[in-house]
């Protein structure tokens, strides 16, 4: 990740300033040259104690505000933990740009997760004290030239005590020690209302601190568990424990539980028949040559464009041979075209009828860090070049503009590429926070609009009056898509690495792992959030905009999680994802779990509304290329009634595309 865009002469001084144990009330303020007109003030939240493994992560805010006269311009550099030399913490703005006039303010957001962020957190024994001090850094700089001003230094104390042993070094199904809390149920058959006899298992797990106890069923088909009810600072919300039951004949059901201290939770689990069951066959086996990470269908389900994108580290040479754009016709369940992108990409859009397919293009001797490839290029349907189009180093993208005021912006390539509903028009955003709307037969720029940080979502309005971006910034924009003026812009807690767009509505899961938002289309207000300790890996919304799915692999308890319009939770289940999709038609739920650890994936089918599953396979390995762990997105589609269902592979590569049906199960 970049975090610095400029070259600058030495700063002017550091100033170290501790701001733990801060309630959004006393301030501290770093002091740049007065001559420059801009001052920055830090104001930090009041979390600073955790408790680990339960506090799956630290989560910090500062609010910085402006409190000088003029427009001021500020990079934040690679943030650190003081005294861990290898420690990553996560913090938005991303790539760190902040442009605050005068008396404007900007949340910066930060996550230290473990052990992602620290792995000294593996050796970690319980009733140890851990300090881990957040420290970021700003510089500030010229709005008009990029010169160095100076720079200040900001450092956020914790305490990290450590309340339970690690998982692995517990007793097979031991239970937690020093519980607070209860969850008691109750196991019955739905249609007898009696105990169900024979092997029955309830799994209670606490993902985020991984631990999992299976509690033994009494006669009367009842449980109990004590266990530790956790309210996580930052979110202020009781850690989410799963409850999930599976006997033989019987679909497996789950119910998902926030516990208080001093209190039991009760849960009633009546487990029935299965209803349907899916039949599918595998048609075809489609190599990509790289990790299928980005994915556009054409309205109609006939087509589907795939590109490559991935975290992880490649052999030399490997992604500038392999890496390419993947046009596949779904009727007939076939390759039609490769085209070589020559590098990773962190985006595709194929126009609405199909005809034409663009994404960025990084070229020869492109890098896999995804700083935003040098041009864009679009090809139609026979798999020729159109035009390919330079975005870095374009002119029109040099300024922007904030508060009036015209500021340089350094050069970057592209990132999101997005068609309108009719075709006319591409919209392409950048890493520096660019968003241009171009012709997208003519290439003629119809407007540009500056979003301050990274662009990394676009999605129009159905009826292409407006366009919707993520943005670095950690706002979520609505654009007028003949003006590029800004309708209205919602705080959502970072640049939103899953994102998912409907006629009403805009679902996002901030990076940083703050929360997961409904917001409206028509005015930018946040419908529901639900509070989340991790970012979601996929995200989608049903088409009646009645339930909004989310998955991630990244160890919450809600690993797949459905909501219904009011942002309650209608089910879950205990399956990891990559990707998610429901059919065209809303009735099914279509899932990928990769399993990084055995190099395999899978594909689950669920009723929509239940949470029923229909259908499983497991992705047949490819030994003929390395496994990856592409580590954010997915590729997955349903058709209506997921008569045709393609994934791609996290692990390898390969486009599996089903053909099949959902049969109903006559049951007594």
């Given amino acids: 990740m970049r975090w610095s865009r400029r070259a600058r002469r030495p700063g002017l001084g550091v100033m170290v300033i501790a701001l733990g144990m801060m309630v959004f009330s006393p301030t501290a303020t770093a002091l740049s040259p007065r001559a420059s007109g801009a001052t920055l003030q830090f104001r930090a939240d009041q979390y600073s104690s955790w408790q680990y493994p339960y506090d799956r992560a630290i989560h910090r805010a500062v609010v910085v505000t402006n409190t000088g006269t003029s427009l001021g311009e500020w990079t934040m550099q690679q943030p650190s933990i003081g005294g861990y030399s290898d420690g990553s913490p996560i913090c938005m703005p991303q790539p760190g740009y902040i442009y605050l006039a005068p008396g404007a303010s900007e949340t910066v957001a930060c996550s230290i997760e473990f052990p992602a962020s620290l792995p000294e957190s593996q050796t970690w024994r319980q009733g140890e004290t851990h300090s881990l001090p957040l420290v970021l850094s700003f510089s500030q700089i010229d709005p008009s030239n990029g010169a160095g001003l100076g720079s200040s230094t900001v450092t956020l104390d914790n305490t990290v005590t450590v309340v339970a042993q690690p998982p692995q070094l517990l007793p097979p199904n031991a239970l937690l020690p020093n519980p607070n809390a209860t969850i008691r149920g109750s196991v019955l058959d739905a249609s007898t209302h009696q105990p169900i006899t024979g092997r029955i298992d309830v799994a209670v797990e606490n993902n985020e601190a991984g631990w999992i106890y299976h509690a033994p069923l009494t006669p009367a088909g009842t449980f109990s568990v004590p266990i530790v009810a956790h309210l996580r600072p930052y979110f202020n919300d009781w850690q989410p424990y799963l409850v999930t039951v599976t006997a033989p004949g019987y679909a497996t059901q789950t119910a998902l539980l926030r516990p208080h201290a001093q209190s039991t939770s009760v849960v009633s689990v009546r487990l029935r028949r299965p209803s349907a069951k899916g039949q599918y066959r595998l048609v075809a086996t489609i190599p990509t040559g790289a990790p299928t990470a980005r994915m556009s269908v054409s309205a109609n389900g006939r087509y589907a464009a795939i590109a490559p994108y991935a975290d992880t580290a490649f052999p030399p040479g490997y992604v500038a041979t392999h890496a390419s754009l993947t046009f596949i016709d779904l009727t007939t369940a076939r390759r039609l075209w490769s085209y070589p992108l020559q590098g990773l990409v962190l985006g595709v859009a194929l126009s609405p009828n199909g005809h034409d397919v663009a994404a960025p293009y990084p070229g020869p001797h492109a890098s896999i860090d995804p700083t935003g490839a040098p041009n864009v290029v679009e090809l139609n349907q026979a798999g020729h070049v159109v035009w390919n189009r330079p975005v870095y180093g374009d002119p029109a993208l040099a300024t922007g503009t904030i508060d009036g005021q015209s500021v340089s912006v350094n050069p970057s390539g592209a990132h999101a590429v997005s068609y309108s509903p009719d075709g006319r028009w591409l919209a392409v955003g950048t890493p520096s926070g660019q968003?241009?709307?171009?012709?997208?037969?003519?290439?003629?720029?119809?407007?540009?609009?500056?979003?301050?940080?990274?662009?990394?979502?676009?999605?129009?309005?159905?009826?292409?009056?407006?366009?919707?971006?993520?943005?670095?910034?950690?706002?979520?924009?609505?654009?007028?898509?003949?003006?590029?003026?800004?309708?209205?812009?919602?705080?959502?807690?970072?640049?939103?690495?899953?994102?998912?767009?409907?006629?009403?509505?805009?679902?996002?899961?901030?990076?940083?792992?703050?929360?997961?938002?409904?917001?409206?289309?028509?005015?930018?207000?946040?419908?529901?959030?639900?509070?989340?300790?991790?970012?979601?890996?996929?995200?989608?919304?049903?088409?009646?905009?009645?339930?909004?799915?989310?998955?991630?692999?990244?160890?919450?308890?809600?690993?797949?999680?459905?909501?219904?319009?009011?942002?309650?939770?209608?089910?879950?289940?205990?399956?990891?994802?990559?990707?998610?999709?429901?059919?065209?038609?809303?009735?099914?739920?279509?899932?990928?779990?990769?399993?990084?650890?055995?190099?395999?994936?899978?594909?689950?089918?669920?009723?929509?509304?239940?949470?029923?599953?229909?259908?499983?396979?497991?992705?047949p390995p490819a030994s003929t290329t390395p496994a990856w762990d592409h580590g954010e997105a997915g590729v997955i589609y349903a058709s209506r009634g997921a008569s045709t269902i393609l994934v791609g592979s996290a692990e390898n590569g390969q486009v599996y595309i089903f053909r099949g049906a959902v049969k109903p199960l006559h049951t007594t």
């Fill in 435 to 619: 968003l241009e709307v171009i012709n997208s037969a003519t290439q003629a720029v119809r407007w540009t609009a500056f979003l301050r940080d990274q662009v990394r979502s676009l999605a129009w309005s159905p009826d292409g009056t407006r366009i919707f971006a993520s943005s670095g910034d950690s706002n979520l924009y609505a654009l007028n898509a003949a003006t590029g003026q800004v309708i209205w812009s919602t705080y959502v807690a970072g640049w939103s690495l899953a994102f998912a767009a409907s006629p009403h509505y805009v679902m996002v899961s901030a990076k940083e792992g703050d929360s997961i938002k409904l917001v409206r289309t028509s005015d930018g207000a946040v419908v529901w959030s639900y509070p989340t300790s991790e970012t979601s890996f996929g995200l989608a919304i049903s088409p009646n905009e009645s339930e909004f799915a989310s998955v991630n692999t990244s160890g919450s308890s809600e690993t797949t999680i459905v909501f219904n319009r009011a942002g309650h939770v209608l089910w879950t289940t205990p399956d990891a994802g990559n990707a998610v999709a429901f059919s065209q038609d809303g009735k099914y739920l279509l899932t990928e779990e990769a399993d990084y650890a055995d190099h395999t994936d899978t594909v689950h089918l669920f009723n929509a509304l239940t949470g029923e599953e229909i259908w499983s396979a497991v992705l």
